[in-house]
C-alpha cells in the first residue's frame, strides 16, 4: 500500500489581516518573534491557536494569536480529502 499523501493548509491572504502592534509595545519599540500553533479545521477556519515559543511579550503573542484565530485557510489534505491538521507558524514583530 503506498504512502499517503499529505498537504499543509494554505493561508487565504485576503481573509487574514496584518495584525495591528500593540500601542504600549510600539511606544517602547518592543519587538520579538512568537511561534504560533494552530489547527485548521478542514472547512478551512482555526479551532485553536497556541503560543509554542513566546516573543517575551506578553500583549504581541496575545494580538498575534487573536489574528491568526480569524484567518482562513485553504485545509490541509490527506490523499486529497480535507482533514483537520495542526500546523505552526512564526511572526515577527518589528517596530518601523
Known amino acids: 500500500m503506498p504512502d499517503s499523501v499529505t498537504t499543509e493548509p494554505v493561508v487565504n491572504f ?5 495584525p495591528e ?3 504600549q509595545a510600539l511606544a517602547a519599540k518592543v519587538e520579538g518573534t512568537v511561534t504560533l500553533a494552530f489547527l485548521v479545521r478542514a472547512d478551512g477556519t482555526v479551532r485553536e491557536v497556541v ?3 513566546t516573543s517575551g511579550n506578553a500583549s504581541l503573542d496575545e494580538t498575534a494569536r487573536a489574528a491568526l484565530a480569524k484567518c482562513r485557510f485553504q485545509p490541509g489534505t490527506v490523499n486529497g480529502a480535507p482533514k483537520e491538521q495542526w500546523t505552526e507558524l ?3 514583530w518589528v517596530p518601523e
Request: charged letters at 45%.
Open 51 to 53: 503560543v509554542r515559543k
Open 90 to 92: 512564526k511572526y515577527a
Open 21 to 23: 502592534y500593540p500601542p
Open 14 to 18: 485576503k481573509s487574514c489581516r496584518k
